[in-house]
């Protein structure tokens, strides 16, 4: 059972922090975490340049090669060029979410998509379902006409659809993306989980997969509430520039904020988080 941490871009000065990058992905590596996913929505992946989300991935790639590698965009030769970047680097797999934004395109096109990554791609392609973001939902029947997804990251909030996953794929490595559903992915034998919350509270993620691998139910539930209160805070105040804050106050580490259009907290509203959080943190006793 995996934790795949989609680590939060650190983002300063108008530029992203590659050393602060590197150091925090050891950091995470030493406290449970399995693999890295590079890129994705918790890394801003969709709001990075070409050469941003390269420099990431080659930060991530010379710590570990347990590396997932997001090359999805909007622009067909950037998802072309980070692939034949991932291509020079020994990492897991390349990820990607179906073309969004236009509505209009159909199964057969999101199907001659993935076959095209699968060609050029030297490593293993797994699917990034966030139907949330991206608009639609690719399904299992999608999935099966593709024929070369070798694992898949479902991003939702009801286990039965990714275990529809794995019941369909049973050689791929399915994930499921929520942190609501961390406990229930554990339980329910999936490969593991791609979870935001395992950049601030890694130890938490790794104690609820020991404690169900133990059998120590109560435990876990336990864990997974304290983790719901935690994302309700962050919702409140946007998500992920939260997260940034969650960073600092449980793991030590100032990584800067989101880059825009995803704003950072401005002082008021960072004082009101961290208010709540550390009354939280001393009720959960995290």
Known sequence: MEIVVPVVTPYRGGRVD??????????????????VYVAGTTGLGPALRREERVALLEAAASTTK???FNVSSLQYEDVVGAVREANRLDIIAVASTAPFYFPSVTPRQVVKYFRDICQKSSHPLYLY???SAVGRDVDVKTVGEVGCIAGVKDTVEEIAHTVRYKKALPNAKVYNGSNSLILASFV???????VSAANYLPEVVASIREAVKAGELEKAARLQWALD??????????GLPAIYEFIREFQG??????????YPLDEEERAA????LRALRERLKL
């Open 129 to 131: 379902n966030i139907p």
């Open 18 to 35: 590659v050393d602060a990058y590197s150091q925090f992905i050891k950091h995470l590596l030493g406290r449970g975490v399995t693999a």
């Open 229 to 238: 209160e935690l994302q309700m805070l962050a919702r409140d105040f946007g």
């Open 188 to 194: 329910y034998g999936l490969d593991g989980v791609v």
């Open 273 to 276: 988080l961290i208010q709540r």
């Open 253 to 262: 580490f100032d990584l800067g904020g989101p880059k825009p259009p995803i």
């Open 66 to 68: 347990n590396v997932i």
